[in-house]
Nanobody, 127 residues
């Protein structure tokens, strides 16, 4: 089992920044090879935001946040981060961290492919 705990959400004005953290515990090396960030706004489906496949050094973010969001990790702390800059009101959502064992690039953006999820952290951006 892998446990994921997100932190760092909150309220910010448009143009501001937040950094989300996701700390993993349990089977942190054998339990997954990919960690991702997703978000879900009220009334909308869960949406892919960013992914980090640590074993292959593959990282990328969704087009909707490209140039504003960055995913990174600290192996020593078993933690993945989502740095969010130039936030917009449309970024308002609950942000979830996820982990899974994925091998196909096409699966990285698909929420059902992930095995473990955090509880989510609310991000609210006001205009």
């Amino acid at each position: 089992q892998v446990q994921l705990v997100e932190s760092g959400g909150g309220w910010v004005q448009a143009g501001g920044s937040l950094r989300l953290s996701c700390a993993a515990s349990g089977r942190t090396f054998s339990g997954y090879n990919v960690m991702g960030w997703f978000r879900q706004a009220p009334g909308k489906e869960r949406e892919f935001v960013a992914v980090d496949r640590w074993s292959s050094a593959i990282t990328y973010v969704a087009d909707s946040v490209k140039g504003r969001f960055t995913i990174s990790r600290d192996n020593a702390k078993n933690t993945v981060y989502l740095q969010m800059n130039s936030l917009k009101p449309e970024d308002t959502a609950v942000y979830y961290c996820a982990a899974g064992t994925l091998f196909y690039l096409s699966d990285y953006e698909r929420a059902p492919k992930y095995d473990y999820w955090g509880q989510g952290t609310q991000v609210t951006v006001s205009s």
